[in-house]
């Protein structure tokens, strides 16, 4: 008698096309962005006062001076950019007894560039008191103004520029900013009315964005502790599993290692 044996379909903790396209889009930035820029210069930045010092009086200075810190940190200090504020979102407390739902709202900004112009970008100033989302919205859309450099697309074409600008994001050092803030549940309470909201920021999720930063960190050889501290708690497991993952995936690893691009302005 014959008895088969049914081996068990590995399981992946994301799905196998969206990690190939992590790691494809990866050596896209590395072809395209420069590995030594990446390997020599690029920090993994963190939500602390060592890398956001400045002592803030008004909340316009305080969009400033971050933008101005994200800028910094991203290679991009000497790149000419005006930055504006959008119009505030609407407010979705209309009564004490009413709270809209999923009330419309701005983008948490946006990327423009005409020709012969200087490039715009704007941010939702309700962003200004939650910092992390408000770095995390700057690197996104300097992310933008870099990706505009390139004459490659992004892999799998045009339809993923954005998503490729969220990974690009990781890539230039904000991967801790875009991961904890890329889904938030909200819940107010007041004397007069209660509500809550969840929020999707970005166009990769959570875990496809803890996911590139485990790849970069594995790159950078950044140890889990340094990132651990940083991480909100309900990624911690994931991305622990990301690295066990991407370290067993030597040849996507040595892939993206071996990539030798565009050498530094002196």
Known sequence: MLLKIFKRKPKYLLDPDTTQWLFDTYAWA????????FYEDTLLVTPTDKHFPDKISNTDEMATKVFNRVKIFAGMEKWECDLKAQEPDNNPVV???IVIQNSPQNP?????IEENEKPIITYNPNQVNHPETLIATYAHELAHYLSNMSEEAPPNGEDLWEPATDLLAVFMGFGLFLSNTAFSFQQHTDIDSQGWATQQQGYLSQFELAYALAIFCLLKEIPYSTVQKYLKK????????????IEKNENELNKLRKIKSLKKES
Do not use: C, V
């Open 234 to 245: 309900s990624l911690q497991s994931f991305y622990k599993k990301a690295i066990k993952e």
């Open 108 to 112: 948490a900004g946006t990327f423009s």
């Open 95 to 97: 009564s004490p007894t």
């Open 30 to 37: 590395l072809k395209n962005f420069g590995s030594d820029i």
